[in-house]
């Protein structure tokens, strides 16, 4: 079964570059699946950043995006978070999510869900 | 950017008690909504989607209901392992965005 598993620094300076990386075992990036990244600041709830399809399509949320980039490695089978000029309001567990489809397009109608989690990845903004 | 909005946000149970969770959206999503567990310190997991599809391997104990702007996530007979944190999740049109969480406790 498929799995995933989230990498990249623990600590971020104040305007840096947060990156992480989430691994995909057990079965193709390059499946007609989507992937995404999800963060959860210290005792809130969950926060939707973005998605990836293995052809390199995006969407990101608004609120984020002139911050964001999602980038896929398929020869790694990989797919990469950056966010830049962090702030503490960035800090927050991190994780990457399968969207399982049965469609290229991914459509509501062919999305069942973020049905596969890493494990997260907890990353401070902080001089 | 659509809101969901979870009540309770938190709610005290006892084991063999029936548990109703309500999410409401702000706008109509269809059906297009699902329903995660968390447990502190672990990922979220999957659930029910598409408002009333139960996951594969979750138990039958949980369902689903609703359609457009009001769902209801409901525990028939609520176990040691159902106390956790409920979210609901729209993904009818982007950014996808999720209600508060609803926590679950020992009454």
């Known amino acids: 079964q498929v799995q995933l598993q989230e990498s990249g620094p623990g600590l971020v300076k104040p305007s840096g570059t947060l990156s992480l990386t989430c691994a995909v075992s057990g079965g193709s990036i390059s499946s007609t699946n989507w992937w995404n990244w999800v963060r959860q600041p210290p005792g809130k709830g969950l926060e939707w950043i973005g998605k990836i399809y293995h052809s390199g399509s995006t969407n990101y949320d608004p609120s984020l995006k002139s911050r964001v980039t999602i980038s896929v490695d398929k020869s790694k089978n990989q797919f990469s978070l950056k966010l830049s000029t962090v702030t503490a309001a960035d800090t927050a567990v991190y994780y990457c999510?399968?969207?399982?489809?049965?469609?290229?397009?991914?459509?509501?109608?062919?999305?069942?869900?973020?049905?596969?989690w890493g494990q997260g990845t907890t990353v401070t903004v902080s001089s | 950017d659509i809101q969901m909005t979870q009540s309770p946000s938190t709610l005290s149970a006892s084991v063999g008690d029936r548990v109703t969770i309500t999410c409401r959206a702000s706008q109509s999503i269809s059906s297009w909504l699902a329903w995660y567990q968390q447990k502190p310190g672990k990922a979220p997991k999957l659930l029910i989607y598409k408002a009333s599809d139960l996951e594969t391997g979750v138990p039958s104990r949980f369902s689903g209901s609703g359609s457009g702007t009001e769902f209801t996530l409901t525990i028939s007979s609520l176990q040691p392992d159902d106390f956790a944190t409920y979210y609901c999740?729209?993904?009818?049109?982007?950014?996808?965005?999720f209600g508060q969480g609803t926590k679950v406790e020992i009454k």
């Open positions: 999740q729209q993904y009818n049109s982007y950014p996808w965005t």
């Open positions: 999510a399968r969207e399982y489809c049965t469609n290229v397009v991914c459509s509501p109608t062919h999305s069942y869900g973020l049905d596969v």
